[in-house]
């Protein structure tokens, strides 16, 4: 075993008392003596001593920075990973292969940089060390000034690049909340309504209970919308308070039911279940909906359809409050268990036929309660990350979304 490494530290020790079956006069150990590796690591020293002490051949060679091991001239692990501590919690890539041949160019490379090594005894540590260790506490303290300084500049650096991120991205999303504006025939009675994440005071479940709501500012009504014509007739329309209906987050691209009250948005859901909402031929089905919480999901949508039979589908769908899309579809049958009436079922279910996703959206999107409906406000700060929004209306595929976009 011959293993070549610049850096290592007592990781190195602890593997190689893995290796029981491998004596120590068949593992060779490749370093390189580096100023300043050695003025970073000292332990490098101390534990090459114990190496040395312990019967492992350890040998020298200039300009080391290979991280190889290789057992038998056949198999090799290569990689950035180096044999410390540190390595293990780095993002490093180590591969291994056992591809290589004996008389591989590979092999005879490193045959030759055996060749041009020399060994190291213990006396050169010990002047190493010594030389070393009279300046360690200033190196030290270089070192830790040096580490504070870059650590600084990190931070400073992370933060003018993370708000430059964050202005292109609300300008973005404001261009796509305005694109969506456009093509729409839907607006608030008032015009877009301004609102501010708040803490409010509840006494309908719990006295004095708080919880996190999306406000309206000044008159803005959440439940009185106008509906325009292709003539461009305008007409009131007037929504059920405390319904729900799905809100798109034009900044992270995510979705989720929104309880609209008059003047707040009071309560989010990930996702809804129904029994019988959608009809596949003659059969209902089961119908799962949620929504993923991370930024910029892909799909951002998983539709669960369970039939009578409970076999089962899932669709990975896209929505941006402009279109919507089956991106992917799942099914969960066994074929040895699939019943002839399963089989007709999934057979109906034609997802790239427009009138089956037109049909899929509208039940999505159409407002609905739920027979008990005592949600907690708890992760609203997952889907709204900023403080003051601009709520608008919108009309994706002839039915209604809300749409969300921060602004300063």
């Known amino acids: 075993m011959v293993i070549f490494t610049p850096y290592f530290d007592g990781a190195i020790s602890r593997l190689l008392s893995a290796v029981e079956s491998v004596p120590r006069e068949h593992i060779t150990i490749v370093t390189t003596f580096d100023p300043t590796a050695l003025i970073q690591l000292p ?7 114990k190496l040395i002490s312990s019967g492992f051949r350890v040998l020298h060679i200039d300009l080391l920075h290979a991280k190889i091991l ?51 005894d213990l006396a050169a540590v010990e002047e190493l060390l010594s030389a070393v260790s009279s300046d360690r506490r200033r190196l030290s303290k270089i070192g830790k000034t040096t580490e504070i ?48 994440v708040v803490w409010a005071k509840s006494s309908e479940w719990a006295l004095d209970a708080e919880y996190v ?25 007037k929504l059920g308070r405390l319904d729900w209906y799905p809100v798109y987050f034009t900044e992270s691209g995510t979705l989720a ?45 998983r539709i669960e359809l369970t039939a009578p039979t409970k076999e089962r589908c899932t669709l990975s769908c896209i929505c941006d409050g402009l279109q919507f899309e089956v991106a992917g579809v799942k099914y969960h049958i066994k074929p040895f268990k699939s019943t002839r009436r399963a089989r007709t079922f ?11 996703k037109m049909e899929l959206f509208r039940k999505l999107a159409s407002p609905w309660r739920p027979r008990k409906d005592r949600r907690s406000g ?4 997952a889907f709204l990350a900023h403080n003051n929004y601009m709520v608008n209306v919108v009309e994706c595929l002839g039915t209604p979304m809300l749409i969300a976009t921060p602004i300063d």
């Open 257 to 301: 039911y929104a309880r609209l009250g008059k003047t707040q948005i009071t309560y989010f859901r990930t996702g809804a279940w129904w029994k019988g909402r959608i009809y596949v031929g003659n059969d209902w089905c089961w119908v799962n909906v949620e929504f993923p919480a991370e930024k910029h999901p892909s799909p951002n949508i």
């Open 43 to 49: 332990a490098q020293l101390r534990e090459l001593k």
């Open 149 to 196: 300084a870059v650590q600084t500049t990190l931070q400073r650096l992370k933060a003018r690049v993370g708000a430059e991120l964050e202005r292109r991205n609300l300008a973005k999303a404001q261009l796509h909340a305005d694109l969506l504006k456009k093509q729409s025939r839907l607006e608030f009675e008032g015009g877009d309504v301004r609102a501010t």
């Open 378 to 381: 708890q992760g609203v700060r």
């Open 70 to 120: 290789i057992v038998d001239d056949k198999v090799a692990s290569v990689g950035s990973q180096n044999f410390t501590v540190r390595g293990r919690r780095n993002r490093e890539a180590t591969t291994l292969t056992s591809v290589i041949h004996e008389n591989a160019a590979f092999v005879r490379q490193l045959c030759g940089w055996l060749d041009d090594a020399v060994p190291i």
């Open 213 to 237: 709501t999306l406000k309206a500012t000044r008159c803005g009504d959440f439940t009185k919308w106008i509906s325009v014509d292709d003539n461009g007739f305008k007409r009131r329309v």
């Open 346 to 356: 999934f057979s109906q279910v034609e997802f790239n036929q427009d009138h089956f």
